[in-house]
């Protein structure tokens, strides 16, 4: 069987995506879902919405990054204990 074919039957009919590249190994296409190597199975929305996620992520590190240093400025900030944290 020529290689290019052995690439096309693996990723089409067996869901792998490591013939595609190696970073891929163990990475699968489980009808419409992406599974990781872990078993974590993803749609493609779940997929396209990563950059918002992070943008919310990064969002709200800055918002609160900017009430600790009001909270700074204003002598109101009290450091808290491992135990209050939790």
Do not use: K, N
Not at 27 to 53: C, D, K, N, Y
Not at 61 to 82: C, F, G, S
Request: charged share 25%; net charge negative.
């Amino acid at each position: 069987m020529r290689a290019w074919l052995r690439v096309l039957v693996r990723v089409c009919l067996e869901g792998e995506l490591e013939p595609l590249s190696r970073h891929w190994a163990e990475w699968s296409i489980r009808g419409q879902h992406l599974v990781s190597p872990e078993g974590w199975a993803f749609t493609p929305g779940e997929v396209r919405s990563i950059l918002f996620m992070r943008a919310q992520v990064a969002a709200y590190q800055a918002e609160r990054r900017t009430h600790l240093q009001a909270d700074w400025i204003d002598q109101r900030y009290v450091e808290l204990d491992q135990a209050d944290a939790a």
